[in-house]
Each structure stands twice: as structure tokens, then as C-alpha cells.
């Protein structure tokens, strides 16, 4: 019989392939089978469900993980995140950051670059800007990532956000460049 890690990456894949239904039939044969899914098959279901645009089935698998007493990592609720962000349903993705902290979650750069690329993306820069400095003096470091969402969220708008993000650019190290193009 297959285990949990077998069951999870037969869930992943279908997932990955926008194959929703799929998925979720194998994880009814694996709860079937006596498998207990873990938080990495929460996650990959639950991602199954952003990539298909099916935001409440995605918060449903996090509610049933939660039931079942998994306590989510950061990483579940950036899948979340970044699912509301591309549905440009930005303030249930703002809404997640918030009940992070109520959760005793710690959000990561990851989850403040999805976030600030959302904002971005849908012409709303200076929320952009407020969740980097948020981030900054949270402590958190922002990555290469983080600076070419800014970036690209400031081409076109306003020149006070445009000379902030220019001024934003001058503190990435030539390095930090180097190794991301050598990563692909």
C-alpha cells in the first residue's frame, strides 16, 4: 500500500498539471487506504486549487487542516496568498498577513514580495512601498526577488514612487545579481 509521501506526490502531480479533480480523487483514495496526509499534502492540494482559481476550495483544505490539527506553516498561507494576489483579491491576501500574526506566524520575505508584486501589479504602488518598509523594520532582509517586483511594479506611475524605487535599486549588491542569473 502506498504511504503518505507516495499519496502526496500522486496528489502533487495532478495539481501541478491544473487537475483538480484528479487530485482529489487520489487523496479520497488515500484517506480511503488509512494514509494520513500531511501538511505538504494540504499544501499541494490546496495549491492544486489556486492554480485553478478555486480560492474557497484552497481556504476549505486549509480549514480541514487545521480540523485535523496540523498547525499551517508560513508556506501554507503564502500559497494562499499568492493565490488571492493573481486573482487580484488583494485584500483577502492582506487579510491572510494579518491573521498571520494572530496565529503566531511569522511572515517571510516570500510573503511580503507576493504581496508587494500584487499591489503592484494592480496599480497600487505606495502599498507596495508600505508593506516593503513593513517588512524592513520587521527585520526581514528583502531578496533580489523582492527588488525586481518593485521594480517592475514602479515602471509607469508616478515619479516620487519610480525615484523611491530607484533609490531601492542602488542597495542591491552587484553579487546578489550574479547569483541569481547563475541560479537559473
Excluded: W
Aim: net charge negative.
Amino acid at each position: 500500500m502506498p504511504n503518505t509521501v507516495t499519496f502526496t506526490i500522486l496528489v502533487d502531480g495532478p495539481c501541478n498539471e491544473g487537475m483538480g479533480s484528479e487530485a482529489r480523487c487520489v487523496f479520497e483514495t488515500m484517506t480511503e487506504e488509512g494514509a494520513e496526509p500531511n501538511v505538504y499534502t494540504y499544501n499541494a492540494l490546496m495549491g492544486g486549487y489556486c492554480l485553478n482559481n478555486q480560492m474557497d476550495e484552497a481556504q476549505k483544505v486549509l480549514d480541514i487542516m487545521v480540523g485535523k490539527g496540523y498547525a499551517p506553516a508560513v508556506h501554507s498561507n503564502n500559497i494562499l496568498t499568492n493565490g488571492n494576489c493573481k486573482r487580484r483579491r488583494l485584500d483577502e491576501a492582506k487579510r491572510l498577513l494579518s491573521e498571520m500574526s494572530e496565529k503566531e506566524l511569522t511572515p517571510d520575505t516570500v510573503t511580503y514580495s507576493t504581496l508587494m508584486q500584487g499591489f503592484c501589479q494592480v496599480g497600487r504602488p505606495q502599498e507596495a512601498l508600505n508593506l516593503f518598509n513593513e517588512m524592513c523594520s520587521s527585520g526581514l532582509l528583502p531578496n533580489l526577488m523582492t527588488y525586481l517586483k518593485l521594480l517592475d511594479g514602479f515602471r509607469g506611475v508616478s515619479n516620487s514612487c519610480y525615484s523611491y524605487g530607484m533609490g531601492i535599486s542602488q542597495s542591491i549588491q552587484p553579487s546578489d545579481v550574479y547569483h541569481h542569473i547563475n541560479s537559473f
